[in-house]
């Protein structure tokens, strides 16, 4: 079965701190992979997407992720965070038609960024 | 104009009443979901339908009955709710069943009292 895990339950940085949030999937056919943003009392927002192509992908509000497939990561990075990214992360994985389009998530991570 | 909108937003409701939460799509998406939030903020998939047939039923109560008019809308309905069932809902689409991103709704806030 599919399964997503996120390294860090919750991170406090500064702003302007650098950011990485590590997520592990397991999945041995192809997936998508994804990083959604919840901001507090919102809904889920799609922040970035893998499908396939160049590992390095580039999101909204200058976060990337970096997809390595030989260690089943993809990892949200952001060079200087910013108050307003206080919120939830969740990393996920879609493992195509099959699994009936669904998306696995992981726990989330809850980022707190002090002014 | 919301693409994925639920209502309502926020239900109280007493142990063993039975409620219902509406989601629409105007994004014309073949596919729609629910997700459950809980307290922890952990997400789990309930049930997809894909062009109005039931293709994801994973381990939820059978009080829990999901119901899909046509593929624009799904709905959920809770018979005899307990204290367990307080959570967030959310209502997904996708342009269909295979690797496409999912479109949240902004959620329906459920408490059981």
């Known amino acids: 079965a599919q399964s997503v895990s996120q390294h860090n339950h919750h991170v406090i940085l500064s702003e302007a701190a650098s950011l990485e949030l590590g997520c592990n999937y397991s999945?041995?056919?192809?997936?998508?992979l994804f990083w959604y943003v919840q901001y507090p009392g919102q809904h889920l927002q799609l922040l970035l997407k893998y499908f396939s192509g160049d590992p390095l992908v580039k999101g909204i509000k200058g976060f990337e992720a970096e997809f390595i497939k030989s260690k089943f990561s993809f990892n949200l990075r952001k060079p200087s965070v910013q108050w307003s990214d206080t919120a939830e992360y969740f990393c996920a994985v879609n493992g195509g038609g099959n699994q009936g389009g669904k998306l696995i998530f992981g726990q989330g991570t809850e980022l707190s960024v002090k002014p | 104009d919301t693409a994925v909108s639920q209502t309502p937003k926020y239900l109280v409701t007493q142990m063993g009443n039975d409620k219902s939460i509406k989601c629409e799509q105007n994004?014309?998406?073949?596919?729609m979901y629910w997700y459950k939030q809980d307290s922890k903020k952990f997400l789990k998939i309930m049930f997809s339908?894909?062009?109005?047939?039931?293709?994801i039923n994973e381990t939820v109560p059978n009080r829990f009955s999901p119901k899909s008019p046509d593929k624009a809308h799904l709905n959920l309905h809770i018979n005899s709710l307990e204290l367990g069932d307080s959570a967030v809902y959310f209502c997904a689409s996708s342009l269909s069943r295979g690797f496409g991103e999912l479109f949240f709704g902004e959620g329906s806030r459920l408490t059981v009292l």
């Open positions: 339908y894909n062009n109005k047939e039931l293709i």
């Open positions: 994004l014309g998406h073949d596919t």
């Open positions: 999945y041995g056919g192809t997936v998508n």
